[in-house]
């Protein structure tokens, strides 16, 4: 499975950006697929994750009410909405696809299987 991600960019407080992450090569609408995060001098971090089997969402605390993670299967892909950024979510943000996992794994990265490159979001103040 391959995985590419886009819709980064630079963006003042308070705007939104959309991102894309388009699946190739496998069967990812089963997969569960993930968005983390990585600051620069900081670990990835989990951001959002979307069930591939019931369409279950889940959220990291910091973007609940912010972020909206959504999947269109027929276009294997899975969109975040960033609403309400703030410069803390500057980061370069990665999306993965996990073929097994469970409600309490679905936030650690050693449970995906597949990443994408990563695209640049900065939130300016």
């Known amino acids: 499975v391959q995985l590419q991600a886009s819709g980064g960019g630079l963006v003042q407080a308070g705007g939104s950006l959309s991102l894309s992450c388009a699946a190739s090569?496998?069967?990812?609408?089963?997969?569960?697929v993930g968005w983390f995060r990585q600051a620069p001098g900081k670990e990835r971090e989990f951001v959002a994750a979307?069930?591939?089997?019931?369409?279950?969402?889940y959220y990291a605390d910091s973007v609940i009410g912010r972020f909206t993670i959504s999947r269109d299967n027929a276009k294997n892909t899975v969109y975040l909405q960033l609403n309400g950024l703030k410069p803390v979510d500057t980061a370069v943000y990665y999306c993965?696809?996990?073929?097994?996992?469970?409600?309490?794994?679905?936030?650690?990265?050693?449970?995906?299987?597949?990443w994408g490159q990563g695209t640049l979001v900065t939130v300016s103040s």
């Open positions: 993965a696809a996990s073929r097994y996992t469970s409600r309490s794994t679905v936030y650690t990265v050693g449970e995906y299987d597949y």
């Open positions: 090569g496998g069967p990812s609408s089963r997969y569960t």
């Open positions: 979307i069930s591939g089997t019931s369409g279950s969402t």
